[in-house]
C-alpha cells in the first residue's frame, strides 16, 4: 500500500504508544466502574429502579470497556508478532489510514463494513 510514506517501523511505534496509553485508560476506568457498581448494590438495590438503571448503564459500559480492551491486547500481540496491519479476514494490509483511525482494527474496512472480498477504490481505501 502507497498510501503514506511513513515509514511501517515508525508507524507501528506510534501505534504502539496510542494503545498502551488507551489501554491503560481503559483499565483504569474500568476498574473505577466496577468499584462504582459494588458500590451501588446495597442489598436493597433491587428496591430501586434509579440504581437498577445505574447499575446496567455502567454494566454496558463495562462490558464495552472490556471489548475494547481484549481487541487493543490483540492488537499489541499482533504488533509484537509483526503481524499487525493485515486483515484477519482476506489477510491483506489493512490501510495506514485505517490503522491510524482505528489502530485496534483486525479487519480492513471492506470485510468489516459488509464481509466482502476486500475492494480498491481508485487506489484509495475506503474507511
Ligand atoms: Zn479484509
Aim: hydrophobic residues 30%; aromatic residues 4%.
Amino acid at each position: 500500500m502507497q498510501t503514506s510514506k511513513v515509514p511501517d517501523s515508525k508507524m507501528h511505534d506510534t501505534i504502539k504508544s496510542v494503545l498502551t496509553l488507551r489501554l491503560h485508560e481503559l483499565k483504569s476506568s474500568l476498574s473505577h466502574h466496577e468499584k462504582e457498581t459494588t458500590q451501588l448494590l446495597p442489598p436493597q438495590a433491587s428496591e430501586s429502579a434509579y440504581l437498577r438503571n445505574e447499575i446496567e448503564t455502567l454494566e454496558v459500559e463495562e462490558r464495552l470497556e472490556a471489548e475494547e480492551i481484549q481487541l487493543i491486547q490483540k492488537a499489541l500481540d499482533r504488533l509484537e508478532r509483526g503481524t499487525y496491519g493485515t486483515c484477519l479476514s482476506c489477510h491483506k494490509p489493512i490501510a495506514k489510514k485505517r490503522l491510524l483511525a482505528v489502530p485496534e482494527t483486525s479487519f480492513c474496512k471492506p470485510c468489516k463494513t459488509s464481509g466482502e472480498p476486500l475492494r480498491q477504490r481508485d487506489g484509495n481505501w475506503a474507511y
